[in-house]
């Protein structure tokens, strides 16, 4: 298929790309008006369908509309092609004609793989108006680009291209070669020098606002605008283009090279057309579009210029963010113009941020300017979501300026988490901030380690959105000094999941009112005798203990919230974050501490909220880290031999012992049965020995045990072959007494 | 702003599949940026750039129907003439989607779920979130409106160039603009010249 697009009215000349079976040529004009030409080139491939979309969709027209654009025939493409053809060679442009062209838009998107045909057809007609140039693009966006090399633009044609057609071309690049001669091609070729010439221009788009302003209580800036006119000139118009698009060129054009010239050029590339495109439509005259980007940038600014220009532009930058943050306390009238307050404070705070950057002499002239706003702020939870750029610019600038950042954190790891868990924008943001910067949190936030527990309330929420973030971030939370409390958490995170969403219905239901529904949680939540236990979950910072006395009581009062979704989602993820932290926990964590943990393990898998699969998940989490922590410090397994015993712990009960013997049955089971891989050491004698005498004593405090006491020891060594099986007899024969053996093998309380 | 891709996706409320009823992306292909080994040819391309698409509205359209079943709403039918209200009761949230699925770098999709249908904006990390929020809702009221998908009708598939004269105004090349209620006034009068035709 071959798009000839060509005009017969300006003398334009003409781009040739050959396609994979589609030819594009055209003639890209000065005027937004081109001509549609198609023809098929007999090319080899066949039309290929895919067929294993789904079939199911909303409704039953859109389905059967999708389902002929993928079936179509190739004939019935054709015919179907020279009846547009035929429209587009007519004078009259009808609805028809529009009609056919959206159907061939169709037709070809439907297709996940190209669709071809082969037709010959001749030239075309004028297509005047914008809907056909959109039109056509979306067409000719689902057809195949150029796969030839930068040899096939032409130099002089490329120039002519509208906005449009640039960025198709430009999306549809094939290699990184050919977006670097595009770009240099469409930047004629001079591209620090184009780059030059808009950031000035962008300087004066953004000086008109301090035109704007000072004029009487009736001017509001940027965010009224003028208040009797409602159409714009060309200069307030190019002065929203450069706000919107001034960040990303600041971090583009400013930033440090980091090899990838092409990306950048490229991305510079597209802000310029999107700055040109926009300039298109603040003109008037609509038919009067110059596309190029190089002669919208006109004169360069004639204002005295005692900076090079890319740090008049910064320093520009600087002042116009700066004026924008002290006009924000005026309040905008209409609630979208509030939105758009808090969207462009958020925007310039992050401006401030990048050219502080570049420039840390900016540092103290900006501080003043971020601590007011900070302090009108802070107290306001409906700008949260502005305090977290604040808090960015205190991370990265904070220590140069010397300045306290106490009330910041104060809010993003205590308010926030804790008042507004509910936020999921708020939510994505702060984890987000917390990711970006780790390593700085982790050296200036002290308090960022004690913070899991406000933390985890988004993870209890809303557990599907947030996840990702907190496999990333839950390494960093855990350290010896938080570890035994935090698994704790972890286990009743969806205790915390049904709390909040108690807390949140608590507070919309009228105090008076009773929980109708014959909620008992609720009553439970309100009531005073069980407040310390949620005040517990609800807590903003660790330390203050590692869990609760009466957590069965918690459960049992939490029972009727097993199959509620937060709660069942929030359970889902349980397991995959208790990996993550045993995973973790080993590379910090001593001897002692390990033990502690494995305790923590036994007591709490019966101690758990009764949701269907979420007790036998957590023990199977439980069983392999148990291995592996006995294999990686054998003498774990005495402790548990020693310490596990109903005189030693009152919750030692039946069901522990039983729960800790066959894991430890497992371990020497998986130790004992099979002979090492070649090359590796034998097990250690003490191991075998240490396990067999703790499986022994457990044995003897839960005589149903006794029988499962013997086990197959296998051993190279023929001394330590001996020393094993001796000390096997010597532990048999005990058993054989099982009154005695309990004395004998459970120490005294002491 | 690039990547930058705007889709409507259909979801289905009874199956567990949903189809891209509509798709854009700006820009420069990302990928052509990373170290690869190869480079992809442009029928792949195309198609790598569909099935980038599909992750994304796989991933929105099971994060929607979580949200909403957490949420424990009555999904509210709401009828042509109602886009407002429809607009008000929608379901939103924003993704994390990790860098390398299912593009290069991460990117954040913000979705409003409107019934059975399904609105994202995938943004970059630099973009504004709280403005992509704003443009992302005005784009769907916009969508709700002039292609009618209220009603029954199947009118997005054959009307894509109104979400495309749509997304050349209000999201110009993919950038996401400043706009107070008079410059959006100017253009959305603009807009609704142009859906007249």
């Known amino acids: ?750 | 702003m690039l990547p930058d891709p705007h889709s409507v996706p259909g979801q289905c409320s009874r199956g567990r599949e949903s189809r891209v009823l509509y798709c854009r992306v700006f820009g420069p292909d990302e990928s052509l940026f990373t170290d690869q080994e190869r480079e992809f040819s442009p029928e792949e391309r195309r198609v790598l750039q569909r099935e980038q698409t599909a992750v994304v509205a796989r991933q929105v359209r099971s994060a929607a129907s979580l949200s909403r079943g957490a949420a424990g709403r009555l999904l509210m039918e709401a009828l042509p003439g109602e886009e407002a209200l429809a607009l008000q009761e929608a379901d939103s949230g924003v993704l994390r989607l990790r860098a390398g699925d299912p593009f290069p770098e991460e990117m954040s999709a913000l979705w409003l779920g409107v019934q059975s249908l399904g609105f994202t904006l995938v943004c970059e990390p630099h973009e504004n979130l709280l403005l992509a929020e704003g443009t992302l809702r005005t784009l769907t009221r916009h969508c709700l409106e002039y292609l009618h998908l209220l009603g029954p009708g199947s009118e997005v598939l054959l009307r894509s160039d109104r979400i495309d004269a749509l997304l050349s105004r209000l999201l110009p090349h993919g950038q996401l603009l400043f706009l107070n209620h008079r410059f959006a006034h100017s253009l959305e009068k603009e807009v609704a010249a142009y859906m007249t035709k």
């Open chain 1, 1 to 750: 298929m071959e798009f000839r697009i060509s005009s017969s009215s300006c003398s334009s000349r003409t781009l040739h790309c050959r396609r994979y079976g589609v030819s594009l040529a055209g003639e890209m004009v000065r005027h937004n008006s081109y001509r549609l030409h198609c023809t098929f080139s007999h090319s080899a491939s066949t039309s290929l369908r895919n067929a294993h979309l789904s079939v199911i969709m909303y409704s039953h027209g859109s389905e059967s509309l999708i389902k002929q654009a993928r079936e179509i025939q190739d004939s019935e493409l054709q015919k179907f092609y020279s009846r547009l053809v035929k429209l587009l060679q007519g004078k009259e442009l009808g609805h028809e004609t529009v009609d056919s062209l959206q159907r061939l838009h169709l037709i070809l998107s439907a297709n996940k793989y190209i669709r071809t045909a082969s037709e010959e057809a001749s030239v075309a007609p004028l297509l005047p108006s914008e809907q056909f140039q959109v039109l056509s693009s979306a067409v000719l966006r689902e057809t195949l680009p150029p796969a030839a090399h930068s040899g096939n633009y032409s130099q002089e044609n490329i120039v002519q291209l509208n906005s449009h057609a640039a960025a198709l071309l430009l999306s549809q690049a094939g290699s990184r070669a050919d977006v670097s001669s595009l770009c240099s091609q469409l930047l004629r070729g001079l591209e620090s020098h184009h780059v030059t010439l808009l950031s000035k221009k962008l300087v004066d788009w953004l000086r008109y606002a301090s035109i704007l302003q000072g004029g009487g209580a009736s001017s509001g800036g940027f965010f009224t605008g003028p208040r009797s006119r409602q159409s714009f000139t060309e200069d307030q118009w190019m002065n929203v283009f450069s706000f919107s698009a001034l960040r990303h060129w600041l971090l583009t054009y400013h930033s440090v090279s980091n090899g990838n010239g092409t990306a950048d050029t490229a991305h510079r590339l597209q802000l310029s057309l999107s700055l040109s495109h926009s300039h298109s439509f603040s003109n008037d005259d609509r038919s009067e579009v110059d596309g190029s980007v190089v002669s919208m940038v006109s004169a360069t600014s004639s204002s005295s210029r005692l900076l090079p220009p890319k740090e008049r532009l910064r320093e520009k930058s600087f002042q116009y963010c700066q004026r924008l943050i002290e006009q924000s306390d005026r309040k905008a009238h209409k609630k979208s113009d509030a939105d758009l307050q808090k969207a462009c404070l958020v925007e310039a705070v992050c401006i401030l941020d990048c050219v502080c950057e570049e420039d840390a002499s900016l540092v103290f002239r900006a501080f003043p300017c971020i601590k007011a706003l900070f302090g009108r702020l802070s107290s306001d939870l409906s700008f949260a979501r502005v305090l977290l750029p604040i808090a960015q610019f205190y991370l990265n600038h904070g220590e140069i300026a010397a300045v306290d950042c106490g009330l910041v954190w104060a809010l993003v790891f205590g308010r926030f988490p804790a008042e507004l868990f509910n936020d999921p924008f708020l939510a994505h943001e702060l984890l987000r901030f917390l990711r970006l910067n780790l390593e700085s949190l982790q050296l200036r936030v002290p308090q960022y380690t004690h913070s899991f527990p406000n933390l985890l309330k988004f993870l209890a929420w809303d557990s599907p959105a947030v996840v990702d973030d907190f496999v990333d971030l839950l390494p960093s939370l855990v350290t010896a000094g938080t570890a035994v409390e935090l698994l704790h958490t972890l286990l009743d995170l969806p205790c915390l999941s049904a709390t909040l969403v108690l807390q949140v219905r608590s507070t919309c239901l009228p105090i008076s009112e009773q929980s109708g529904r014959g909620l008992l949680s609720l009553d439970a939540f309100r009531s005073p005798s069980f407040r310390g236990l949620f005040l517990f979950l609800l807590r903003g910072e660790a330390g203050s203990g590692d869990t609760i006395d009466r957590l069965s009581t918690l459960h049992e009062l939490l029972v009727e919230t097993a199959d509620w979704p937060r709660v069942v989602q929030c359970a889902q993820t349980v397991p995959v974050l208790l990996h993550i932290f045993f995973n973790t926990v080993i590379t910090v964590a001593d001897e002692k501490l390990l033990a502690h943990l494995i305790l923590v393990m036994l007591e709490r898998s019966s101690l758990l909220l009764n949701i269907p699969k979420y007790n036998k998940e957590i023990h199977r989490v439980f069983s392999s880290h148990l291995l592996r922590l006995c294999k990686l410090h054998p003498s774990l397994v005495w402790v548990l031999g020693e310490y596990l015993s109903v005189s030693c712990d009152s919750r030692c009960s039946v069901t522990l012992i039983t729960a800790c013997f066959e894991a430890l049955e497992a371990v020497l089971f998986e130790i004992t049965s099979s002979a090492p891989p070649p090359g590796a050491d034998c097990p250690a004698p003490r191991v075998v020995t240490t396990l067999m005498s703790a499986l022994a004593k457990l044995a003897s405090r839960s005589h149903d045990l006794i029988p499962r006491g013997g086990s197959v020891a296998w051993c190279s060594d023929e001394e330590d072959l001996v020393a094993i099986v001796t000390r096997g007899e010597e532990l048999w024969s005990l058993l054989k007494a099982p009154g005695v053996a309990q004395s004998v093998l459970t120490p005294p309380a002491h």
